[in-house]
């Protein structure tokens, strides 16, 4: 095992025969790394918002088996829990439906960071309770001091240490009750936050529905790098809000009132029961003697009789429940533009199946096209390419530096075009055309233009001639081109600003003829024009 010898590059583990190859390797490890590997795409994270009754528990379901995405189905500490005794677990867990792998907190330095937090939240309140404790039985001992001193005994005073011990556990003071919720919110978020980034999460992204609530959550989960790619937001009016809600809230009422009456008629009976054994017991003793014993239970308290169910009522409370919550979403919203986080909102008054067709479709550039938008081309300079290519971080297309797009236009249209002959011509095949003689032209020539004019032959007859009429001699007298005047002479600001526009255009003539370059899958392409590397 000691002949060869061993190199750790960019997480991965390479083993070289001699101590030369692996020299030569640390010099340029690009040059030796294969291209064109998949992309690796990043998980999808979906924040989905929405009041209740607006459908995103059953959206979110439905979402999930569509894309094989998990559910980060709560931000309770309960659900936290859970999460991290799975992962620490020797063989996992499944949680809420989620199947979560056993984890090692060495390796993934987030499940150690949401170890820790919900073990410092555990210990301070385990802390405060101590104190609390601590407090009440030195308030009950001091009070006893202080009676044993009234009533004249003696008692052991207290040293200096143990008075000071005892005044600074009676100057403790418990949290206040907003500090601690507070607290308690704030290291919910970063729990949150840091358990996205465990497994089954990190590797296929998360659903988190129903949160954040408040500028406080979302700012610590965008603090603790929790960004979403979209945020959907499921819109429900008021009157449909109320007309979800209202029957359900009719039924629970009405539940709660009968169960009350019940209740209340329970105690009447008992009340009437116990008022008759009392009366038989004094009638007995009063006519026959008998020494029965009155029962000398107190009267049983019997509360009022409940208020019937008021549908209007409810529905008034319904519809102030709607605008806390819309005005609580409404302020999260608005902070997303601020935050650069994209923002989709959808119309949850439909059907479920509408509304979730409208999911579907507004999450496609998002699921859907993911690979796409990452294995997009990366327009470079030729200069750039060039420098790539030599260092070995790109490698050369199997074009080379030919236009990929050129080479396909011309054996398309040169294919299209000897079909398109032999279609003509009533041919039937390519070959045809290739081995048909091309048809002589037999039509006479053009003739040139001539002119007759009359010479004087050998004998001193005139006789009539056939020449070519040649052009028109330009007059000897006609005028020459005026002279251009002369340019008036420029100063040197004119001419340094002419000379930067000619450079401009010189510049912008070469880019535009210059040759277009682009990275695709760690692969060089070059094109003839900027319309080809478009197509």
Partial sequence: SDVYKRQVYDHSKY????????????????RYIPHGLPVAVPPPRLWVLGPKAAGKATVVSKLSAKY?????????????????????????????????????????????????????????????????????????????????????EDVDELDEDEEAELEEILAFEPEEEDVGAERK???????????????????????????PTSEGELQVLLDNKAYPDVVLNIKVSSEEYVKRRIETEVAAQEEEFAAKTREIEQLRRHDAERARRVELAKWRR????????????????????????????????????????????????????????PLVEINGDGGFDTVLTHCCHALMPYVDARRSLVEAAQVVSHSEALKALEVGA??????????????????????????????????????????????????EPVKPKTKIIFETNEDGDEEEVEVPEEEEEIADDEEEP?????????????????????NEKKRIEQERTARKTAYFRSR???????????K
Avoid at 187 to 211: D, M, N, W
Avoid at 303 to 310: G, S
Avoid at 527 to 534: K, P, Q
């Fill in 15 to 30: 083993i070289f025969a001699t101590q030369r190859e692996m020299d030569t390797f640390l010099v340029n490890p690009s």
């Fill in 68 to 152: 094989n995405i998990p559910v980060f189905a709560s931000t309770d500490l309960a659900y936290y829990d859970e999460l991290l005794a799975a992962a620490t677990n020797a063989s996992g867990g499944v949680v809420r439906g989620v199947d979560v792998p056993p984890q090692d907190t060495a390796s993934n330095w987030y499940l150690a960071r949401a170890i820790n937090l919900r073990k410092a939240l555990v210990d301070f309140d385990d802390e405060q309770s101590k104190k609390a404790k601590k407090k009440a039985d030195a308030e009950a001992e001091q009070e006893e001091r202080e009676r044993l001193q009234q009533e004249g």
């Fill in 185 to 211: 919110e704030l290291a919910q978020r970063r729990i949150c936050a840091a358990l996205t980034r465990i497994e089954p999460f990190a590797s296929k992204g998360y659903i988190l529905s129903g949160a």
């Fill in 286 to 341: 009063r006519n026959i003697g008998a020494d029965d014993d009155v029962p000398e239970e107190e009267d049983a308290e019997i509360p009022e009789d409940p208020e019937p169910v008021q549908r209007e009522l409810i529905q008034a409370d319904l519809e102030a429940e709607y605008d806390e919550s819309a005005a609580v979403i409404a302020g999260v919203l608005e902070l997303l533009p601020e935050k650069r986080l």
């Fill in 394 to 443: 790109m490698s050369i297309s199997s074009f080379q530096f030919a236009d990929p797009v050129a080479i396909y236009e011309r054996r398309v249209f040169a294919d299209r075009a000897v079909e398109h002959y032999a279609l003509r011509k009533g041919r039937n095949t390519a070959e045809d055309v290739e081995e048909e003689v091309p048809e002589v032209d037999d039509s």
């Fill in 482 to 502: 005026e002279e251009p005047e002369p340019e008036p002479e420029l100063a040197p600001e004119e001419i340094e600003e002419m000379q930067a526009e000619l």
């Fill in 524 to 534: 060089v392409y070059t094109f003839d024009s900027e319309a080809n590397l478009l």
